[in-house]
């Protein structure tokens, strides 16, 4: 089969098209034949090394397909079924091994490339507004990158739960974006924190989700009200250094978290709950997935330069 291969972490250019052996998937594992390829921005800190990884891999993911095998053991999931998955290296290739405990069965509703699209980023977006911070009716709530993958569905899972959207984006057609999501306010990153004081008659939000990280973790803090929530869920601009905790009492008794959605599907329950739900929404309309790119898989490289050069919106696809 073809896949991308990393020997060598680093640059776009690490990712390597090429030719290998299939997988062999074990006695607790579904072989799948990928049908769509999620891209995450964690796709490139595996691809840098910033989370070093044994060489080499296949990077990816994400994914979604059709069952092509399945183990001895695997009582749930049957040649044919069409599934998704997250959280499982080894989705940039046309065939991919996920274990059992992993498969998420699609709905009739919802076509592979959409599961592909939303898996990863709408768990993340779920768990962001349903469980770090359970956002009520009427609550502020600042999300950072607001037109980008996590940004859009999360926008619209806070909306769904009856808070308020402010949002920040880099450029004119992201607002755009951003506001059709139902962003109520939306802004540019440069002074934010005293645009968000503004938006909220001095008082700041209940909650920042920031994955920006390095460039924006300062003026997060800064936007919080008393007590307010910083949840810090990536770094796309870079890594934010140590934090003095006395730093969150001057700013309010704050809370800060660093949470990542491994620990929020940690039971095969859990996970299953949360898809049902987002892919649910998926399939009824509620909530809309924006594909904004799709790329020959051959063509990895280009997408992780668009994604880290900031020129995407929503979600970015790879097809074998
Ligand atoms: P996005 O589609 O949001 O792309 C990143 C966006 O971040 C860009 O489009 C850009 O939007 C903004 N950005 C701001 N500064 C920079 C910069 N210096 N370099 C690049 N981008 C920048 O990506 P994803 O939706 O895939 O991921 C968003 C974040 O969520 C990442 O940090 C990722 O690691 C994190 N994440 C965390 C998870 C978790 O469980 N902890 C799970 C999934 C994702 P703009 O131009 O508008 O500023």
Redesign the pocket.
Known sequence: MHAIVVTTPGGSSALEYTEVPDPVPGPDDVLVDVQAIGV???DV?HREGRYPLPTPFVPGSEGAGTVAAVGANVTDVAVGDRVGWQGVLGGYAQKAVVPAAKVIPLPDEVSPELAAAVL??GL?AHYLSHSTYAVNTGDDTLV????????LLLTQMVKLRGGRVIG????EE?EKLARDAGADDVIR?EGFAGAVRELTDGRGVHVVYD???K?TFDDSLASLRVRGMMAL??????AVPPVDPQRLNQGGSLFLTR???AHYTVTREELLARAGEVLGWVGSGALKVHISGRYPLAEAKRAHDD??G?R???KLLLIP
């Open positions: 995450n921005f964690i800190y990863l980023q993340t950072h990158a607001a037109a980008g993958g996590v940004g920040t984006v880099s450029t992201k990153y994955g920006v990280g460039a869920y990536g770094a796309a601009s870079g949470p990542t959605l994604l880290e900031r995407t919106t929503g």
